[in-house]
């Protein structure tokens, strides 16, 4: 008889004690509202384009439904390979330096487990992307928040990584263009970090899912590319956002030989590899997706506008993103907490969005808008926070 046994207190500590997903939670309400708005889950409303869904087609046709190399098809890392080399002049060799993953979010939990002992401590800019701390804590590391600050628009400074350095201290995370807020970093900023990088001799991870989304004249700098980095940076990237592939789920990892190796290894006993119709996909992206994908930025930057504008005239003080595709308000003025904040408008005016708070507690006091979402449900959007900040008020 099993009726009396306590499931909760067999599951690990560690699991216990990370909370879920602050994502997820309000639109899990929301879909069992009618009418609603969301401006939440960060997915490109655009469908993947023909010319890469019909070289999956293709590859079905001809039956490529087997294994591939744990590290990928030799094909799809020397495109990867190719693409550094063309953007960024950044040498890899494919057979080496690349893994291929499951999504950025595999390539993100190996690259982790890799490089982090019990007790090691990683240095994590917030706000961020929910997966980082909960990430390096399931690997047994110590994630450090560090705070950066609206007053630096969002960036963060060798200043305030040196506050909280430690003899622990093993690596550093950043997420550039930043999720949730927008904000990107120069080449000088980069190469700051880059130095302290180098004075502390840290592992770098550098998530640059986002590389591609960057408006206003602003150009993606590479981190792995700056003096001294490539060696000591683990470079994710992935097909999600740039070319609309969510649900394909690829994604890969860049670094040196013996980092590359050792994530196989997990690699290979987790996922062995990714689908390869996925990879057939990815290979067609890289051809021949730029178009389309500069058509979808393009895209993003009018919405970014539309959503600014509007956000700041319904009374909102907010930091003009320059990269991926959020905006992160400032709901102070309206006395309501960014849980309140989301909560509230959901209910009320069936607009969804994720609290600030989700991305770690200097988030606190903002919320998190997507603006991978249509023209026409963006301007209504802005109209219900409008009117729901009016009545605040």
Not at 32 to 49: A, K, N, Q, R
Not at 217 to 244: Q, V, W
Not at 305 to 331: M, Q, S, V, W
């Amino acid at each position: 008889m099993t009726e009396n046994i306590d499931w909760n207190k067999r599951i690990s500590p560690v699991v216990h004690a990370i909370p879920p997903s602050g994502i997820r939670r309000f639109f899990d309400i929301a879909a069992e509202m009618e009418d609603v708005i969301s401006l939440g889950v960060g997915e490109p409303d655009f469908i993947t384009p023909w010319a890469i869904r019909e070289s999956c087609v293709y590859g079905l046709e001809q039956g490529y439904t087997s294994y591939t190399a744990n590290r990928g098809l030799l094909e799809l890392r020397e495109e990867i390979c190719a693409l550094q080399k063309r953007n960024f002049n950044i040498d890899y060799e494919p057979k080496t330096d690349v893994l291929v993953t499951v999504g950025v979010s595999e390539a993100l939990d190996i690259a982790m487990r890799t490089i982090l002992a019990p007790g090691d401590e990683i240095l994590i800019p917030e706000p961020c992307y929910v997966s980082y701390k909960a990430c390096a804590a399931l690997a047994g590391g110590v994630p450090v928040p560090v705070p950066a600050k609206i007053e630096n628009n969002f960036s963060i400074t060798p200043e305030d990584l040196e506050a909280h350095v430690t003899d622990k201290t093993k690596a550093l995370l950043i997420g550039y263009p930043n999720n949730p807020t927008g904000a990107v970093l120069s080449r000088e900023q980069l190469i700051a970090i880059s130095r302290f990088a180098v004075k502390h001799d840290l592992i770098v991870i550098s998530d640059e899912i986002y590389g591609d989304l960057t408006y206003g004249g602003e150009r993606h700098i590479c981190f792995a590319g700056l003096p001294e980095m490539k060696d000591r940076t683990i470079l994710l990237n992935g097909f999600s956002k740039a070319y609309a592939m969510t649900g394909w789920r690829i994604g890969y990892a860049l670094s040196n030989p013996d980092i590359i190796a050792a994530m196989t290894k997990i690699h290979q006993y987790t996922m062995l590899c990714a689908p390869i119709t996925a990879q057939i996909a990815a290979v067609e992206a890289l051809r021949n997706g730029e178009k389309y994908m500069k058509k979808m930025v393009s895209e993003y930057d009018k919405r970014r506008r539309l959503i600014y504008d509007g956000l700041t005239n319904a009374g909102l003080k907010c930091f003009e993103p320059k990269g991926a595709f959020y905006i992160f308000p400032d709901i102070t003025s309206t006395g309501l907490t960014s849980e309140e904040f989301a909560e509230k408008l959901l209910m009320k005016e069936h607009v969804a969005l994720v609290p600030g708070n989700a991305f770690g507690e200097c988030g606190e006091g903002y919320v998190r808008c997507s603006y991978a979402t249509s023209v026409a449900k963006i301007s209504e959007a802005i109209a219900r926070i409008e009117h729901f900040v009016q009545h605040c008020r």
